[in-house]
């Protein structure tokens, strides 16, 4: 039998067959969206609840969003906006490290 999985799709859960593959299915759910359909708990594993899109499939935006940790300074759960710094993306050939070979 073989299935095309396209965005939106969803695949027959083989979790009533084996019982180990409930964690395998959670994570593709979680990490590329893919909906098996016959499964019983499909739930966040590596993100969290409020998370919008799937990480591996570059749905998501980088920016626009709240952090939340606790801070044993001040000894409660601090929310702060997350800012994805993008300096990667700037090349610089001038360091010290890049020498061309003639």
């Given at each position: 039998?073989?299935?095309?999985?396209?965005?939106?799709a969803s695949l027959p859960s083989l979790?009533?067959?084996?019982?180990?593959?409930?964690?395998?299915?959670?994570?593709?759910?979680?990490?590329?969206?893919?909906?098996?359909?016959?499964?019983?708990?499909?739930?966040?594993?590596?993100?969290?609840?409020?998370?919008?899109?799937?990480?591996?499939?570059?749905?998501?935006?980088?920016?626009?969003?709240?952090?939340?940790?606790?801070?044993?300074?001040?000894?409660?759960?601090?929310?702060?906006?997350?800012?994805?710094?993008?300096?990667?993306?700037?090349?610089?050939?001038?360091?010290s490290w890049f020498r061309w070979r003639?």
């Amino acid at each position: 039998m073989k299935f095309s999985v396209a965005f939106g799709a969803s695949l027959p859960s083989l979790s009533s067959l084996y019982k180990s593959s409930e964690w395998l299915e959670r994570e593709l759910w979680d990490m590329f969206g893919i909906k098996f359909f016959l499964h019983g708990d499909l739930r966040r594993l590596l993100t969290d609840y409020g998370f919008q899109g799937h990480p591996l499939c570059k749905n998501f935006p980088l920016l626009g969003y709240f952090e939340a940790f606790y801070d044993n300074v001040r000894q409660a759960v601090v929310f702060e906006y997350v800012e994805s710094s993008q300096d990667f993306r700037k090349f610089s050939f001038d360091g010290s490290w890049f020498r061309w070979r003639s």
